[in-house]
């Protein structure tokens, strides 16, 4: 289409680039949350190469809950590519069951969370205990935060996709494929965070 | 999504210019507001020079207006200078030149400099704009709560400003929202560059003013998001008592600071913020090059010089500022080895400013020279960017800095740079695009008698900080008399000041122009700089999806003088001859 | 307050080391006024030759110039010069050329919001334990007064005593927020660090009363946190410190 005062490239691909602009956007994004995380994990570095007595993440997290969690999110990126190909596949009622899924799992997630940060607090144990702590909670807490940003997302493309399929079925492929490139990130990150603050 | 009401239906006032997706109409908004907020972070600094030149002494009249937690019968106290100066900083950089130079001159150019109906994400853009004026009202808010705004330096070094009264918190939640809507302007700019432009529009053929846009665009969205992670983590320190900047047993006021496990780094902070800060400066002058690189072009009536030499250097110089950042830290402790990285690295970024400085001064050779008001503006720009850009050589070599560094000479090299480099810049490019965006002329000898007087006073302002600088005399002082070595220079506090407020007077023609040029300026066609890029062939101003027709482009973008051609400019999108 | 010492430009240097930082400042100002009048000169010139008037037309073919070229490459090699042959050398030595332990007199400076505590080590040339859960008022150093080795200390609020001729090795640190130690007189700029021990090092070269500024924001009393620098010759050096000690 190139009609005038049309956006081109929402949802066929830009002929050069190869991409539609909301996976453009998604990849930009993404660069913007990796230098974020990394501004973080360097924020991490510096304060435990800082001191010399340091804790071993598995002397004070539950190592097999997060390793539990940590299948969790992968099992959810699974979903979420099977709800991506469901659409390729154009099969609505296969989309909204891997997605459902893929919703549930990322809550899944954060509820186990729930329970490890309870736990915490009941031994009060808190952000302001010391500096492992600290770090525990914040990088957790704000990957947290972006897993409930992917959940709200995934919930939207859930609820109302359908209408967006009758209406424009490329584009809700496109969306989704860009929501699951985000998802995918969110669950990149926590296999970073995962071996860095239990395991080491 | 696209044009769901807008073909043919009239859009109810509030989505048209309220909640408008529209891409020049959201560049008004962000131009309007930066410049609104500009006047405000400028009357800021009026007020301080009161207190710099006449320490002490009652400001008249004005001074009784404020309360006593500012000024006690009309005498300014310290700690209300203190948030003057961090405020002023702040709202200057993100709530004043940034989204005037990006959100607004940005939003509004570039589509239609690229043959684009609009951004790439209207929505986007749109939230982008309500997230930075959200902050900005956060911002303005903080004057106002107890203890007043943050009042740490625009810098907000730790542990201060972990300890700093509830208007820091103000402050980094207002950066949040600041940061926020960057990041997701940068996304749209870049999506909006790399897939909108019209046919035959490739990136050899862009305008530099675009990939100035473009350059700014990616340092946005790759330097802000550590100084996000900064604020989350001071946010942490300060609410949650967490001690990210806090190291071990500090003693504040003669008590041992309780509440903190201690254990942090204070120079974390500065590392997390000079990341940002330093790609931001950058921010701050790569949009205002690229302005004044179409107004030379346009009033030449030839092609840039170099511009190849241009789009290269302006990439180099992106990637490069990543990388220099602990300039802004050598007296932190740092040794020879680290220090000698970032001082070469920073010698080596004054290549390609130098590059672009040369080559926009060699384009001139060879021209036409029309020296009108927008011409005026940027040609000035060329040697108080000079000066703003030399002085940062013994700032950036750190042997000279032990003595210079945060004294009044780092303050008049970032201001010669930003005052009379990028908002000379920003002004040129008013007097510009306001016949694009209005559909009429601003008044010409307004314009001039706006020029002269500001050129003149911002030198009067800020040559003398120079040698306040080499005299040791240091930043942030709320009375400079109790030093021995300032008191020798406070004759120039004065002449300063006083140069500031008639700097701020000499703006009057400005406003007054602006405003009277909107309703009765004179009416002009689409093209009335007998310019060459796209944006020239829209109406004006352009109605909403820009372009009756979608353009084509068939030649490079300063195509000025042609030889056979009949008129001295060929259009970018014009197919035949001319 | 003798202002023969300020003025408008560089404070009198009274160190050993300082005329180099001052070299390197007069050196790069040359070399930043030879490019701006090289460039200002070439701007004007310009603009006058080819302003608009009738008759005259735009080039669109201009030639290419070598000269800017030759320019670039000359201030490269500047900028390498100007930071082997001066920056890094003297760095080097500010950092890292302290004097000899025994030849220097060591002293710790401890700032707070808004004052510099100094503390002397005393003729034993060791410094006593100082704790900050033993602050106050009276005890802003914290100093142990079980400790033997700090009995002879000296310690003061905001009065920096040298004397002539003498290394001096300065260990700086913070209480609080980061304050920033600034001798004008002597060349000498450090940030101190609240959780961080930095050393400085200089020499005085004349006697004189100067005076220590605070080179960072630190709140709002940082106008006011002015210290005395006091350079004495040995003899009245030697007497200041004995009647310091019985204070």
Known sequence: ??????????????????????????????????????????????????????????????????????MV???????????????????LSKYRLYMTLTVLLGLAFLVVK??????????????????????????????????????????????????MWEKEPDQLAGRVEAAGLYWHFVDLVWIFLFPVLYLL | MSHDASHGHELPFWRKYIFSVDHKVIGIQYAVTGLLFLFFGFCLMMLMRWQ??????????IGNLFSETAMIGGIMLPEFYNQLGAMHGTIMVFLGVVP??????????????????????????????????????????????????????????????????????????????????????????????????????????????????FVTSFLLLLAFPPLMAAAVLQLMDRLAHTSFFMPSGLVVNGQVLEGFAGGGNAVLWQHLFWFLAHPEVYVLILPAMGIISEIIACNTRKPLYGYKALVWSVVFLGFMSFIVWAHHMYLTGMGPNLSAFFQVTTMIISIPSIVILTTLILSLWGGSIRFTTPMLFALAFLPMFGIGGLTGLPLGLNAADIHLHDTYYVIGHFHYVVAPGTIFAL????????????????NNFLGKLHFWPSFVLMNFIFMPMLIQGLAGVSRRLYDPMQYAHAQPTQPLNVFISISAWCLGLAQIPFIVNFFWSIFKGKKTDQNPWQATTLEWTAPSPPPHGNFVKEPVVYRGPYEYSVPGQKNDFWPQAMKENN | MNNNYYGWGLPVDISTTGWRVDELIIVIHWV?????????????????????????????????????T??????????????????????????????????????????????????????????????????????????????????????TINQLHIPVGVPVIAELSSKDVIHSFFLPVMRVKQDAIPGQKISLWFEATKSGEFEIACAQLCGLGHYRMRGFFVVDEKDKFNAWMAEAAHT
């Open chain 1, 1 to 70: 289409m190139s009609e005038a005062g049309l956006i081109k490239h929402i949802s066929h691909p830009h002929p050069v680039t190869g991409v539609t602009n909301s996976k453009l956007g998604v990849w930009c994004f993404l660069a913007s949350e990796v230098m974020l995380f990394g501004g973080l994990f360097s924020a991490y570095i510096l304060l435990r190469t800082g001191v010399t007595d340091w804790p071993r993440g598995h002397e004070i997290l539950n190592v097999p809950l997060a390793t539990l969690n940590t």
């Open chain 3, 70 to 155: 030759v320019l670039e490459v000359l201030v490269a090699i500047t900028e390498v010069v100007l930071l082997t042959a001066f920056s890094f050398p003297i760095w080097h030595q500010y950092t890292q050329g302290l004097p000899p332990a025994e030849k220097a007199l060591h002293v710790k400076v401890v700032a707070e919001q808004f004052a510099w505590n100094i503390h002397y080590p005393g003729p034993d040339r060791v410094f006593g334990k100082a704790d900050p859960k033993l602050m106050s008022s009276t005890n802003p150093l914290g100093l142990d007064p079980s400790d033997p080795m700090g009995t002879d200390d000296v310690s």
């Open chain 2, 52 to 61: 710099l030149a006449y320490p002490g002494q009652p400001l008249p009249f």
């Open chain 3, 32 to 68: 930043m006024a030879v490019l701006f009048v090289g460039w200002f000169s070439f701007l004007i010139y310009s603009l006058f030759r080819f302003r608009s008037r009738p008759g005259h037309k735009a080039e669109y073919h201009t030639k290419h110039f070598k000269t800017p």
């Open chain 2, 100 to 213: 005037l130079a990006v959100g607004g001159f940005g939003n509004f150019v570039l589509p239609l400099q690229i043959g684009a109906p609009d951004m790439a994400f209207p929505k986007l853009n749109m939230v982008s704009y309500w997230l930075y004026f959200t902050g900005g009202v956060l911002m303005f808010a903080s004057f106002f709560v107890p203890g007043g705004a943050a009042q740490s330096g625009w810098t907000s070094y730790a542990p201060l400003s972990v300890i700093a009264s509830s208007g820091q918190t103000w402050w980094l939640v207002g950066m949040a929202f600041l940061i926020n809507s960057s990041l997701l302007g940068s996304i749209n700019f870049i999506v909006t560059t790399v897939q909108l432009r019209a046919p035959g529009l490739s990136f050899s053929r862009l305008p530099f003013f675009v990939w100035s846009q």
């Open chain 2, 427 to 442: 002004f040129a490019g008013i007097y510009h695009w306001f016949p694009k965006a209005t559909g009429r002329q601003m």
């Open chain 1, 73 to 91: 999110l992968i099992t959810s990126s699974v979903t979420m590519v099977m709800a991506w190909a469901s659409l390729q596949m154009k099969s």
């Open chain 1, 114 to 163: 729930a329970f490890e940060y309870g736990h915490k607090f009941e031994h009060h144990h808190f952000p302001s205990t010391d500096n492992f702590y600290a770090t525990y909670f914040t990088l957790t807490g704000l990957h947290g935060l972006h897993v409930i940003g992917g959940i709200v997302v995934n919930l939207y493309f859930l609820l109302f996709g359908v209408k």
